[in-house]
């Protein structure tokens, strides 16, 4: 009896000393604990909830750049090759859309080997180093130089995109007369010797021309103008005048096959841009939307613009000519989508569009160079008005890449009060220009004396469906 007794006075105790659920909730809110124990608590939910708000912006941040990722590789295949395949002969439609294809996967594998380190690794002014050859230490956590809330691993899949489609671009000018053979040696000595020191010197850490760091001349672009745009389209003119024009142009016409195929290329390449220059931002806030109105004001105005250009000249406006200043407002706004307003966008649009149609149509034909595609007249052209105008139309007001000592935004374009901004972007202009055409002109010397570049006249004659790749676009067909 004397035992029961005791052990049903624990259980009482017990009963009355156990806390329930509400203390438990007065306990973690601090009620009824000492000072420094609440503070301690305090700390410790605020930091909780700190971690669960960088996880959240990390999780979002991500998606959005995997998603825009995407766009761009879409911009590649299907959108360039659907419309530079529809641009030329039925008989080189396979042929232009494989250079393309081809390019997805030969850059990816440079790219995983030693092209993201040239790019982003630390190196000098021009080139990066080795640091992250074989994708070393490119995984999951963030590389905060670039992107503090999304993985290495994601930064260097979306730039990866970028290197894939530049190169693809020039194929636009040499289109229906070079070796397959030589388009792959050459794509791959211009991707190492043009694009990967372009890349750094804008983009990379310690890089010549990279504004966001304090580069030597810090040039404003947004999503490649001068490390994609002007480099492949001057690269693409070079190439055009090294290997010569097209047997039988311009005496005999060399219509496309399918503007059809084009057409929906160029909505594409239009709808792929929004990753592009939005995914620039490198995550999913208010510059990003910035960038993607920007984007859409530009390549309406030009569409608008080499529309009403080629109405006045030739009485009507053409679809492909809609289609093609649309694709050179894209390219132009690049450089300054993530640094002006959507008035200054549509401004550059409408610039790009009547420049670059007076470039294909009166530039080139004065010249009488074979840009097959107008690769030049689009981005070569397109590239080197928007960073020139970026110099111009740039605001504070969207992007205060430039602080003071104190931190305060400072002007940033020529409009916005900085008009020394201008010699900086001209200086980006020169030095894309000038490695453009030195690189291109001695890769395509190596190249001709290795492979040769240009296939031989029967089988330009015939075609390079069938003389290269034994195969036919349209089997059936009359």
């Given amino acids: 009896m004397k035992k029961l007794a005791v052990c049903a006075g624990l259980g009482l105790v017990l009963v009355v000393v156990t806390p329930g659920p509400r203390s438990f909730a007065l306990a973690a809110s601090g009620i009824g604990q000492s000072p420094q124990a609440a503070a301690q608590t305090a700390g410790v939910r605020i930091a909780k909830l700190e971690q669960q708000v960088a996880a959240a912006q990390t999780a979002g941040d991500n998606a959005w750049m995997l998603v825009c990722a995407a766009l761009v590789l879409m911009m590649t295949g299907p959108g ?42 630390p190196g000098d002014a021009v080139i990066g180093g080795f640091g992250a050859v074989f994708l070393r230490g490119v995984g999951g956590a963030p590389n905060p130089a670039y992107a503090a809330t999304i993985p290495q691993q994601t930064f260097m899949v979306f730039q990866l995109m970028f290197a894939i489609i530049t190169p693809a671009l020039i194929t636009g000018a040499f289109a229906e007369r070079m070796k397959f053979k030589a388009m792959v040696l050459f794509m791959i000595l211009w991707t190492i010797v043009v694009y990967d020191p372009m890349a750094h010197m804008v983009w990379g850490v310690g ?32 190439c055009a005048l090294y290997l010569g024009k097209r047997l039988g142009y311009p005496k005999e016409p060399m219509p496309p096959h399918n503007v059809v195929l084009s057409v929906i290329g160029a909505c594409m390449l239009w709808v ?48 492909l000519g809609a289609a093609s200043g649309a694709v050179a407002g894209l390219v132009a706004i690049t450089p300054a989508s993530g640094f002006v307003g ?7 649009g409408a610039i ?66 900085n008009a020394g901004q201008m010699l900086n972007q001209l200086m980006g202009v020169v030095i894309a220009w000038g490695l453009a055409i030195a690189g291109t002109l001695v890769i395509l010397k190596v190249v001709d004396l290795l492979v040769g570049l ?17 195969e036919e676009a349209y089997n059936g067909e009359a």
Avoid at 342 to 348: K, N
């Fill in 80 to 121: 360039l090759a659907l419309f530079y395949g529809g641009l030329v002969r039925r008989k080189n439609v396979l042929a232009t859309m494989m250079q393309s294809f081809i390019l997805m996967a030969l850059v990816t594998l440079l790219w995983a080997l030693f092209g993201y380190s040239l790019c982003f690794s």
């Fill in 272 to 319: 792929g841009w929004f990753g592009f220059n939005a995914g620039s931002a490198l995550s999913a806030g208010t510059l990003a939307t910035s960038a993607f109105v920007a984007t859409q004001f530009g390549a309406a105005a030009a569409a608008l613009g080499w529309s009403a250009a080629e109405w006045i000249r030739n009485g009507k406006p053409s679809v």
């Fill in 454 to 470: 240009r296939v031989p006249e029967d089988h330009e004659t015939r075609g390079l469906d069938l003389s290269l790749h034994g």
């Fill in 352 to 417: 790009a569009g009547v420049g670059c149609y007076w470039m294909v149509t009166k530039v080139k034909r004065r010249f009488g160079y074979d840009d097959s595609l107008d690769a030049f007249g689009v981005h070569g052209a397109g590239g080197t008005i928007g960073a020139l105008l970026t110099g111009i139309f740039a605001s504070s007001a969207i992007n205060p890449i430039f602080g003071d000592h104190k931190g305060g935004p400072l002007p940033v374009g020529l409009i916005n009060g």
């Fill in 207 to 238: 890089g010549l021309l990279n504004a966001a760091q304090g580069g030597r001349f810090p040039t404003l672009d947004f999503a490649g103008g001068t490390v994609v745009h002007i480099t492949s389209g001057v690269s693409a003119l070079v």
């Fill in 342 to 348: 959507p008035m200054a966008a549509l401004a550059i």
